[in-house]
């Protein structure tokens, strides 16, 4: 099919020339056509319609019509001349315009001189089977011819969901190198949530986080998105995560999973591997601390919301850790156009986030009111000179796992939670005890004082979601800015004076 959109490529030669003949011999009544030129005006159309269908070569040049004409007649298609250009090539666009505006082959003027008879027969004969084609080209040409913001492509593009993360990726190495990688998974838009979460080695931060984000207790822990530790790394007293591991959820919740803190297993890697050290660093367990140093001062100023998990109660030395890192954290970038920032009270002008004490792996005894009201107490006291936000926030007497106790129970209380062991079938134990004097007992399921892991982790997720989403910075921050956000704090973090000097002080 040629570039006006006829489909009968067979109609040159000699099926033109027995055509026109045969429009000679259908002259019709006298009284409707005038003389001899203007009958071969009536066909003129026609003639020109297939002569401009020819390719450039000779067959353009054969052309007996316009050369035939007199002069008088040849001036009246020279007024479309301005419309269609001199070169042939150029046509079949006066050709399909004069279509679209009249609705019939040939300029206006010769339509209306034809509205009689003749007119029909030409339809008939060439502009109905391609007046289709010359349609669907104007479309497509008007089309073209827009502004390319009106692409259908990327107007798809903008209606389609977020992609949806199978896996967790890099967002720092083992080597403490900054990855772009997470950037394609990220949005312009604002309502974000961001956690993170640091703890010792071994106490079930990866497994956490998966279940806070993605998976489910009743899944393998093989295909969780944060990959916990197998049983031949327990071991071994290996760690599993290296570096800060990032990952988003389709309801824009941002989840950071860390290497541990303080981990004798990196420091032996370290040591064993024979592994260069930077030149700041003189000594592997000074390495090791500042790493971690590192990581959860980072933590401190680009999350909403940071667990700090433990699998026991409780380790001074990480309470340490927490002020070291808290009075290491980099200020928060004030904004060029805020001069305001930097002489109002620390508190309004630094940005600290809030702060989740977990008790992983808690036993029976750690769920008795008496001795939650002592955990509660005791981390009061070693956080009361803290400026981060660790009580007020989170409450397990408002998830109703407690139902007995009223809301003023915890005169003191702190954004603690309590997550059970987790076990598949531990109830047979216990349902054995009272199987001899009461045999209906048995059914039951024993008493474990506390709700299952199951409904414990669902109750830590709602409420850690619901935790207030504070402004990270003095600008409002979208996904991909707080990304180029966190890439400065980090670089920050790594070249940081307060960090360097605390490093010589440990040497």
């Known amino acids: 099919m040629s570039e006006s959109g006829h489909s009968q490529p067979g109609m040159y030669g000699q099926g033109r020339r027995r055509r026109r003949r045969r429009g000679d011999r259908d002259v019709g009544p006298p009284g409707q056509n005038l003389s001899g030129p ?57 050709l399909m315009k004069a279509r679209d505006d009249g609705g019939k082959p040939g300029t206006p003027t010769e339509s209306a001189a034809q509205s009689s008879g003749p007119p029909s027969k030409i339809e008939r004969e060439g502009q109905r089977p391609t007046q289709p084609v010359y349609q669907i080209q104007n479309r497509g040409m008007s089309a073209s011819a827009s502004s390319g913001a009106l692409d259908p492509m990327v107007g798809q593009s903008k209606l389609l969901p977020p992609e949806k993360m199978k ?58 998105v944060f990959r916990p530790q197998t049983q031949e790394i327990k071991e071994r007293g290996g760690n599993q995560s290296t570096g800060i591991d990032f990952f988003i959820t389709q309801e824009r919740v941002i989840f950071l999973d860390t290497q541990p803190m303080l981990s004798p297993s990196i420091l032996d890697h370290l040591i064993n591997n024979d592994r260069k050290l930077p030149p700041e660093y003189n000594l592997p367990h000074t390495y090791v601390e500042m790493q971690s140093l590192q990581i959860a001062a980072f933590l401190f100023t680009v999350c909403h919301v940071v667990i700090v998990v ?24 004030s904004a060029s156009h805020d001069s305001t920032g930097s002489s109002g009270s620390d508190d309004g002008a630094e940005y600290y986030p809030h ?4 008790q992983n792996k808690a036993r029976r005894d750690d769920f008795c009111p008496r001795n939650l009201k002592n955990m509660h107490m005791v981390v009061d006291k070693l956080m009361a000179h803290s400026h981060l936000k660790y009580k007020g926030t989170l409450s397990m007497l408002d998830c109703n796992i407690f139902p007995g106790l009223g809301q003023d129970y915890l ?30 007992f048995s059914l039951l399921p024993g008493y474990r004082g ?27 921050l979208t996904e991909k800015n ?4 966190a890439a400065r704090i980090w670089d920050g973090v790594k070249k940081s004076s307060a960090l360097s000097e605390y490093s010589r002080l440990l040497c």
């Open 411 to 440: 005169t003191t209380e702190v954004n603690m939670f309590l997550l059970p062991v987790q076990e598949n079938d531990g109830e047979d134990n216990l349902t054995k005890a009272g199987s001899g004097t009461y045999p209906l």
């Open 355 to 358: 702060i989740v004490f977990l």
């Open 167 to 224: 896996h967790s990726i890099k967002l720092v190495d083992d080597q403490m190198n900054w990855c772009d990688s997470a950037m394609e998974y990220l949005r312009d838009q604002t309502d974000m949530l961001v956690v993170g979460v640091i703890g010792l080695q071994g106490t079930g931060k990866s497994t956490i986080m998966s279940l806070l984000s993605a998976n489910t207790p009743e899944e393998d822990q093989r295909s969780f």
């Open 450 to 476: 506390h709700p299952a892991f199951s409904t414990m982790v669902s109750k830590l997720r709602s409420q850690i979601l619901a935790m207030p989403r504070c402004q990270l910075s003095h600008t409002i």
């Open 38 to 94: 203007s009958r071969d005006r009536d066909y003129q159309p026609r003639e020109r319609r297939d002569g401009s269908e020819d390719p450039p070569g000779p067959l353009i040049q054969k052309t007996p019509i316009i050369l035939a004409k007199p002069p008088g007649e040849r001036a009246k298609p020279s007024q479309n001349a301005p419309v269609s250009g001199a070169p042939v090539l150029e046509k079949p666009i006066m």
């Open 310 to 333: 433990q699998d026991w109660f409780t380790d001074l030395n990480l309470y340490r850790f927490l002020q070291t890192a808290e009075m290491l954290k980099p200020s928060t970038p």
């Open 482 to 485: 707080w990304f180029h956000y």
